[in-house]
């Protein structure tokens, strides 16, 4: 079974600050995580991926996130938000091994939004 | 290469109303999968296909079947629209034992009134 949780429904900072996204998972065997973003009425496009090589992902637009086994997180993170990453977030676990045949799970979203 | 392409766009249909939702990709990936995006929820399951002539549940499967009679189409029907499948629907696709790359559709915003 794999499963995630977004701690942070709505996350809301000013253009220039550092941006944290939460994300915590759960899984039985050894996982492969994404932070995708959605713009409004937009589609989803793949932020970063941990696939078990370098806990630390550098993913684009500046953001990256770090696979921490032991506190089971994986969270995302920006030094400095622009206006263009107002946005909702998905955290996604995926199961390479078991009955899992590559199916996604997906946070509950996270909307950030950036204030001028 | 088109990658995964869905069609309609968009659809309003009313309640009991039936519809066809049709995901088509040209990477020759063998898993499929349909997802359903309402908010505060995240994407959830609806139905996936591992090859051409299988299909099985996801997580919230009912009222909803599915068809795979060629590799590159998966198939999302809906025979009697309820007002609770108001929502945007999105396919995507992986190579077997890629799971790493997933391919998404651009989604189906559907309106059931």
């Known amino acids: 079974a794999q499963s995630v949780t977004q701690l942070d429904s709505h996350v809301s900072v000013s253009e220039g600050t550092p941006v944290l996204l939460r994300c915590n998972y759960s899984?039985?065997?050894?996982?492969?995580l994404f932070w995708y973003v959605q713009h409004p009425n937009k589609g989803l496009q793949l932020l970063l991926k941990?696939?078990?090589?370098?806990?630390l992902v550098k993913g684009i637009n500046g953001f990256e996130a770090e696979f921490k086994k032991s506190e089971t997180s994986f969270h995302l993170t920006k030094p400095s938000a622009h206006m263009s990453d107002a946005a909702e977030y998905f955290c996604?676990?995926?199961?390479?091994?078991?009955?899992?045949?590559?199916?996604?799970?997906f946070g509950q979203g996270t909307i950030l939004t950036v204030h001028p | 290469n088109a990658g995964v392409t869905q069609t309609p766009k968009f659809r309003v249909l009313k309640t009991g109303q039936s519809m066809t939702l049709l995901c088509a990709q040209d990477m020759n990936h063998e898993y499929m999968y349909w997802y359903r995006q309402d908010p505060g929820m995240g994407l959830r399951l609806i139905h996936y296909s591992v090859g051409e002539g299988t299909t099985a549940k996801g997580e919230v499967p009912d009222g909803y079947n599915v068809s795979r009679l060629k590799k590159q189409n998966f198939l999302l029907g809906l025979e009697s629209a309820a007002p609770s499948q108001t929502s945007v629907y999105f396919c995507?696709?992986?190579?077997?034992?890629?799971?790493?790359?997933?391919?998404f559709g651009p989604g189906t915003r559907l309106t059931v009134l």
């Open positions: 996604v676990v995926i199961t390479a091994g078991g009955t899992s045949y590559g199916k996604l799970t």
């Open positions: 899984s039985s065997y050894s996982p492969s």
């Open positions: 941990y696939t078990s090589a370098a806990t």
């Open positions: 995507a696709s992986i190579r077997s034992g890629s799971y790493n790359e997933q391919f």
